[in-house]
């Protein structure tokens, strides 16, 4: 596939470059150069609010509903500069998650209330899909909801939830019927957080950040309007929404910055007067990572070419190689680090204490991120399982 731009391609490109110039504040970028993944919501909030006074929030979207229209190569290059420009990530929960399941299944009612917030990013959405017990195999959910006339009574609990506690939504999988297939029982609910029964417990990571939690729901009274599409149909939807999580994670233009931040390290003078560069071994490695890196980003340009953000059948193969690339040159940098890679990073974004960060600048950040994505193999459906899901396709079984 060319990959080489058209004029107009390029014009876009100096469109977005101006954009960002002028309006990224700098203050979150200075903050995201230090730790990307550890932006405090009012940072992405601010960032997002700004895309969508542009009218970029939701390039993925179909213009009726708010998306920009462009072409999946426009969406390519924006990708591109934004990440290129450390700008942050635009948080998935809403805009690529259950937004498009919103439009998708949802009714006009549904539509109206819940789209326009998730544009502006006032709402704030979390995923309630996994339970204890309940992950990879996630059809075998308990979480029940009964219907008791105009509301559902839901009763259980959700575990992983990433930013359940920043969250003022949360789209949910609840069993609604018990007999038969589990698949054929399940349905997707929209849950006020503030509703009452509702309680978030945190779950601290590995390097020592709060994202995840455990949510329990205790007799908690959903409106059934509050149901997407129809009762008992919510693996359908279910099943749409990941494939535009795992296409998300594949994060190509990410992968890019973290890969050039690499070798401005390698390129860099270690204690002993010698750019790692200059090793042979270590240079192969991060030839190798930039070919596999090539290899994906033409992938992901095609598969969002032929099937929309979503993916297709081949989300599963992109989620597989983005995160094995994206922990490849994480490992790489930690391992590039040297004697500042150790395992309670010293580095780590601290903006409350104003600490003046030990050892060289780039150096901040990088083991957290480094422990923070181990996980990207797990989330989203482990890579084991994708592999599952391809071989069935493969072997059409
Ligand atoms: C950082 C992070 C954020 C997350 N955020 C969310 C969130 O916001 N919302 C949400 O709902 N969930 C979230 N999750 C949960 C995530 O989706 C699950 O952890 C994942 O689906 C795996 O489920 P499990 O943890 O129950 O592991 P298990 O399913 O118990 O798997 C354990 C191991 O067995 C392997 N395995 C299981 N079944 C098979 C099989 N059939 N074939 C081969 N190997 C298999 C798995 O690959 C894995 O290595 C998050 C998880 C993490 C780590």
């Not at 070798?263 to 007067?273: H, M, N, S, T, V």
């Not at 600048?361 to 083991?367: C, I, L």
Request: aromatic share 10%; proline share 5%.
């Amino acid at each position: 596939m060319d990959l080489s731009f058209t004029p107009e391609e390029l014009a876009f490109r100096d469109e977005v470059r101006s954009f960002l110039a002028e309006k990224y504040p700098a203050d979150i970028k200075e903050r995201a150069k230090k730790g990307w993944s550890y932006l405090p919501k009012e940072d992405h909030v601010r960032w997002q609010k700004i895309l969508y006074e542009r009218g970029w929030i939701a390039p993925h979207w179909p213009k009726e509903y708010g998306g920009t229209g462009w072409t999946p190569r426009q969406k390519f290059i924006f990708e591109e500069e934004c990440m290129a420009g450390n700008c942050p990530r635009v948080l998935p929960f809403g805009l690529t998650m259950v937004g498009p399941v919103i439009y998708t299944f949802g009714n006009e009612a549904q539509k109206a209330k819940f789209l326009p917030r998730i544009l502006s990013s006032d709402d704030w959405w979390c995923q309630g899909y996994s339970e204890p017990g309940s992950g990879s195999d996630l059809a075998s959910l308990q979480t029940k909801a009964i219907r008791e006339g105009d509301n559902y009574r839901v009763t259980g609990s959700k575990i992983w939830t990433s930013g359940a506690h920043k969250a003022n939504w949360m789209f949910c999988l609840v069993r609604t019927k018990s007999d038969g297939k589990p698949q054929e029982g399940i349905s997707f609910l929209l849950i006020d957080m503030k509703s009452p029964g509702i309680t978030v417990q945190p779950i601290v990571s590995i390097d020592v950040g709060h994202y995840l939690n455990s949510v329990f729901l205790d007799d908690v009274i959903v409106p059934a309007e509050n149901l997407i599409g129809e009762e008992n149909k919510g693996w359908t939807y279910a099943k749409f929404l990941l494939g535009y999580e795992r296409t998300g994670i594949a994060g190509v233009g990410r992968s890019k910055m973290r890969l050039e931040m690499l070798k401005g390290i390698a390129r860099a003078e270690q204690l002993d007067g010698q750019p790692l560069i200059q090793d042979a071994g270590f240079k192969r490695r991060i030839a190798q990572i930039e070919t596999d890196l090539m290899a994906l980003e033409h992938t992901n340009l095609r598969v969002m070419s032929s099937s929309g953000a979503g993916g297709g059948n081949l989300a599963s193969l992109l989620k597989i190689r983005g995160t094995e690339i994206e922990q490849a040159i994480n490992e790489t940098l930690v391992e590039a680090l040297g004697n500042y890679g150790t395992p309670y990073d010293v580095n780590f974004p601290r903006w409350d204490r104003n600490e003046p960060p030990a050892g060289p600048d780039y150096a901040t950040g990088v083991v957290a991120e480094h422990l923070l994505k181990r996980a990207a193999s797990i989330y989203g459906g482990t890579n084991e399982v994708q592999r599952n899901i391809i071989a069935k396709m493969v072997l059409a079984l």
